[in-house]
Structures are given as C-alpha cells and as structure tokens.
C-alpha cells in the first residue's frame, strides 16, 4: 500500500450538484496530479498541483477545480455535476526528482451522479 | 503527442505458465514508460518503470519489462503466472514536458486460471 490516502470512499451525488474529493500525499511527495477513470477505460489526468499552484491540466472544463494546501494535501471540486462524471476519481503523489520520479495512486473515490 | 495501445482487452494464462501483456508507445523523444496494476476496487499500484539503461526491467512481484525501440513495445512479463496476479494492468507513458502528467492505455485484463 502506498502512503496516499482519499476520502470519501465512495459517494453519491445527483446532477447539478457540487463535489469536494480529498487526497492526502505521501511523506515527502509535494507534487499531486488527479485522473479520472471511467468505467472500462484508463485513467485520464485532470490537473496537477505542486507548491500550492495548478501546473499542467488534461482536457477538462473548468468547472473541474482544486486547490492544494501547505501540508501538500490536495481537493479536488467539480461543480454543476453531470452523469459523465461518474467515475473512479484517482490522486497520485510524488517527490520532486526532474522527471524520474515515479508517481503513487492512492485507493480512490468512486463517484456516482444520479 | 504521447500515448500507448494496449492491444488485447483480456489475456488468459493457466497458472505456472509464461504470461505476456503488450504494450505499444508512440512518443517524441526518449520514452519513460511504466506499468501498474489495480486490483477490483483499489487503486493503481506500481509495478516497473523504464527511464534509460537496460532494456529489461524488473520490477514487483517478479513482473518484468522489455523495451524494444525498434518495435517501439514495452511489454510487460512473468515466467510463472499466479492465479493472484489476476487483475487490471495498464501501461502509461510519462509526458514529455510535464513529468507527472501520464498518459495511459485502455487496460489489459489477465485472467490466471488454476
């Protein structure tokens, strides 16, 4: 097991709504990177945060948002919900290390928008 | 643009044979390519990486790697399946200008029978 955990489990939402996903990193690891995994499909990156700033997003919307914290903790936020955001949501951490770092995922949030 | 195809959805072994998992990569440069594995309702775990060096590599579990630059391939071995190594593996590839932002494939599922 890796030293990344997330909370909540597991959650239902329904459409519209909004959703807070939390992520704490492993000891030492000031790099958090967030994917999306839709049922059946690999993992897509979302964005990633290092040093308290968004550095580097995939292709999503910006109703896709977060925010990273001191301790290196990460959220994650998606306002206006829409079924196609059901998915397994995944943080990885990592040390700095100029690209040769490996990344490590944490168990993740399964969410469901009804 | 980075990105790699995993060719085959499903793999079937019987336990104690040879188990292959392909992996094809289309990258500008040089490669950094990994492998990691999620078990049902866990998250990604990481198995082996290839930055520079050797062409094979070890990793986890007894899994191993070969990269081969003219097929550009990085398939993933064992020379004794488990029927605990049944699970998802997915190959990612790492970006060239955002060392934390990966790129992965659809997933291979291995089914090891007894």
């Known amino acids: 097991e890796t030293g990344v955990t997330q909370s909540p489990t597991h959650l239902i939402k329904t459409r519209g709504q909004q959703v807070t996903l939390r992520c704490s990193s492993q000891s030492g690891h000031n790099t958090v990177s967030w994917y999306q995994q839709a049922l059946g499909q690999g993992p897509q990156f979302i964005f990633q945060y290092y040093r308290e700033e968004e550095n580097g997003r995939g292709n999503f919307p910006p109703r896709f948002s977060g925010l990273q914290f001191p301790n290196y903790s990460s959220e994650l936020n998606v306002n206006a919900l829409e079924l196609d955001d059901s998915a397994l949501y995944l943080c990885a951490s990592s040390r700095p290390g100029g690209g040769l770092e490996t990344q490590y995922f944490g168990p993740g949030t399964r969410l469901l928008v009804l | 643009a980075q990105s790699v195809a995993q060719p085959e959805d499903q793999v079937n072994v019987a336990e104690g044979n040879p188990l292959t998992v392909k992996c094809t990569y289309s990258?500008?440069?040089?490669?950094?390519l990994f492998w990691y594995v999620q078990y049902p309702n866990r998250g990604l775990q990481f198995l082996l990486k290839y930055i520079t060096g050797d062409n094979l590599v070890k990793g986890s579990y007894g899994f191993e790697a070969e990269f081969n630059k003219s097929q550009t391939s990085f398939h993933l071995k064992k020379p004794s399946a488990l029927v605990s190594d049944s699970a998802l593996y997915f190959c990612a590839v790492r970006d060239q200008n955002n060392f934390n932002k990966f790129y992965f494939g659809s997933g291979t599922k291995l089914n090891v029978k007894p």
């Open positions: 990258v500008s440069g040089n490669p950094y």
